[in-house]
């Protein structure tokens, strides 16, 4: 090897010579049979990194294998072309999402091409293209027949000066990443698939990778399902009539509820303050709660804050009149927006209610009778529950879900953390939901 390897003259030779020859082309022998390469398309963002160059040499090595042992090889190549980035970076510039994004696959094609990967290229796609997004919408249209795709209002994250909606990684500490505004939570039209429905079924199915996938993969999958399982309760408001539904997964606690916390969100938030001394400070909390990133205010280390609504609710259970506040940890798009606060038996509950003076009562004894200076999530045996008192926590909790039911005040319920999928986010630089 003393002589010197001209990589810029041998390679171009050779990759026009294949190019001219379509060495890559799809063939379509039907004596033959048939292999699909498909890569991660890359998101056109100017320049292919070593990323890209690592995962598409495995696809090369792959298809060539392929094709040298006689199989009829498809392996094209597209470009995942919709997204955000293009977006910042046309306002950025002052130029057309489309104008940059095709610069950059022409780029980005040359890039991917100088490194010789064997690709039909004849058969490149791009995901803005509208003969590519027309099946993006055709399936969209599917799902819509179906009532996988519907529209509901929603609370997205809102820069008041650049006048858009920021995804949660763009606000930081609160902020818009742009303009350093303070970023609001703001009600709007969003559409939605209804991923939801298929929670059951996800969850079954993972029982079938058992074995196959690592074990925190599944964990993560089954958290994030999140499902569930526990009762529905209704309390009505004293002085109003309206009902509030909470879900908890501890009815056996229900006698121990020392108020409820309504999500600041919570269409009766601002409703049943209405009229009261406290009218003027829930409008301050509800400011300054806007103010706040939904993640960050319902971390398990953010201050929690809270306000008296002027307003309570009756415990359907033993008629107790009971304090409706609101609380920033309680988002209107969990459960309900909705909880029945019960401070010795949950431990943000008792921090709250340690904060804002409000009552604890232990409804499940752990066999000490001290007053509780934590709270406790134990098993034990009820006390002050009425009826139920003396028995076994686990063994009442479905006897009074069925208590609930019998009294029209409540139901058995499952609820699964699982959200549908809001796929609105992009404003511009998306497929156009094919709906007027
Ligand atoms: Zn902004």
């Given at each position: 090897?003393?002589?010197?390897?001209d990589?810029a003259?041998?390679?171009?030779?050779?990759?026009?010579?294949?190019?001219?020859?379509k060495?890559?082309?799809?063939?379509?022998d039907p004596?033959?049979?048939?292999?699909y390469?498909?890569?991660?398309?890359?998101?056109?963002?100017?320049?292919?990194?070593?990323?890209h160059?690592?995962?598409?040499?495995?696809?090369?090595?792959?298809?060539r294998?392929?094709?040298?042992?006689?199989?009829?090889?498809l392996?094209?190549m597209g470009?995942?072309?919709f997204?955000?980035p293009?977006?910042?970076?046309?306002?950025?510039?002052?130029?057309?999402?489309a104008?940059?994004?095709?610069?950059?696959i022409?780029?980005?094609?040359?890039?991917?091409?100088?490194?010789?990967?064997?690709?039909?290229w004849?058969?490149?796609v791009?995901?803005?293209h509208p003969?590519?997004?027309?099946?993006?919408?055709?399936?969209?249209?599917?799902?819509?027949?179906?009532?996988?795709?519907?529209?509901?209002?929603?609370?997205?994250?809102?820069?008041?000066?650049?006048?858009t909606?920021?995804?949660?990684?763009?606000?930081?500490?609160g902020?818009?990443?742009?303009?350093?505004?303070?970023?609001?939570?703001?009600?709007?039209?969003?559409?939605?698939?209804?991923?939801t429905?298929?929670?059951?079924?996800?969850?079954?199915?993972?029982e079938?990778?058992?074995?196959n996938?690592?074990e925190?993969?599944?964990?993560?999958?089954?958290?994030?399902?999140g499902?569930?399982?526990?009762a529905?309760?209704?309390?009505?408001?004293?002085?109003?009539?309206?009902?509030?539904e909470v879900?908890?997964?501890?009815?056996?606690?229900?006698?121990g509820?020392?108020?409820?916390?309504?999500?600041?969100?919570?269409?009766?938030?601002r409703?049943?303050?209405?009229?009261?001394?406290q009218?003027?400070?829930?409008?301050?909390?509800?400011?300054?709660v806007?103010?706040?990133?939904?993640l960050a205010?319902?971390?398990?280390?953010?201050?929690?804050?809270?306000?008296?609504?002027g307003?309570?609710a009756?415990?359907?259970?033993?008629g107790?009149?009971?304090?409706?506040?609101?609380?920033?940890?309680i988002?209107?798009?969990?459960?309900?927006?909705?909880i029945?606060?019960?401070?010795?038996?949950?431990?943000r509950?008792?921090?709250?209610?340690?904060?804002?003076?409000?009552?604890?009562?232990?409804?499940?004894?752990?066999?000490?009778?001290?007053?509780?200076?934590?709270?406790?999530?134990?098993?034990?045996?009820?006390?002050d529950s009425?009826?139920f008192?003396?028995?076994?926590n686990?063994?009442?909790?479905?006897?009074?879900?069925?208590?609930?039911?019998?009294?029209?005040?409540?139901?058995?319920?499952?609820?699964?953390r699982?959200?549908?999928?809001?796929i609105?986010?992009?404003?511009?630089w998306?497929?156009?939901?094919?709906?007027?």
């Open positions: 090897m003393n002589q010197k390897y990589f003259a041998i390679e171009s030779k050779w990759r026009k010579i294949w190019a001219e020859g060495a890559d082309k799809a063939s379509r004596a033959r049979k048939k292999f390469l498909l890569e991660m398309f890359p998101y056109p963002s100017g320049r292919i990194h070593m990323g160059v690592r995962n598409y040499a495995i696809g090369d090595l792959l298809g294998f392929y094709r040298m042992n006689g199989l009829n090889v392996h094209p470009w995942d072309a997204g955000l293009a977006e910042n970076a046309a306002i950025d510039r002052g130029t057309h999402p104008k940059w994004t095709m610069q950059n022409a780029a980005m094609r040359e890039q991917i091409k100088a490194l010789g990967v064997g690709y039909d004849d058969r490149e791009a995901t803005c003969g590519y997004y027309k099946w993006t919408q055709w399936f969209f249209i599917q799902f819509l027949r179906k009532g996988l795709a519907y529209r509901k209002k929603t609370y997205v994250n809102w820069c008041g000066r650049c006048h909606v920021l995804a949660n990684e763009q606000v930081v500490d902020a818009c990443w742009r303009c350093d505004t303070h970023v609001v939570q703001k009600e709007m039209y969003g559409w939605f698939l209804k991923i429905a298929y929670a059951e079924e996800l969850l079954a199915d993972l079938k990778l058992a074995g996938w690592p925190r993969v599944v964990t993560m999958q089954r958290n994030w399902i499902k569930s399982v526990g529905r309760v209704k309390f009505a408001v004293e002085e109003t009539g309206d009902v509030i879900f908890t997964t501890r009815p056996d606690t229900l006698f509820a020392t108020f409820i916390c309504l999500a600041p969100e919570h269409r009766l938030t409703e049943l303050s209405a009229g009261t001394p009218a003027a400070k829930v409008e301050e909390f509800l400011q300054l806007a103010r706040q990133d939904t205010r319902t971390s398990e280390e953010a201050e929690k804050l809270g306000v008296f609504t307003r309570h009756v415990n359907p259970v033993n107790e009149r009971i304090p409706v506040w609101s609380a920033n940890f988002l209107a798009e969990y459960g309900t927006g909705a029945m606060s019960v401070p010795a038996h949950d431990a509950d008792f921090d709250f209610a340690k904060k804002f003076g409000l009552p604890v009562r232990e409804v499940i004894s752990q066999g000490d009778d001290g007053p509780p200076d934590a709270a406790y999530a134990g098993d034990g045996v009820m006390a009425g009826e008192t003396g028995q076994n686990r063994e009442a909790a479905p006897k009074i879900t069925e208590y609930l039911q019998k009294h029209g005040a409540g139901e058995g319920a499952v609820v699964y699982l959200r549908d999928w809001g609105s986010r992009q404003r511009y998306g497929a156009p939901i094919p709906v007027i």
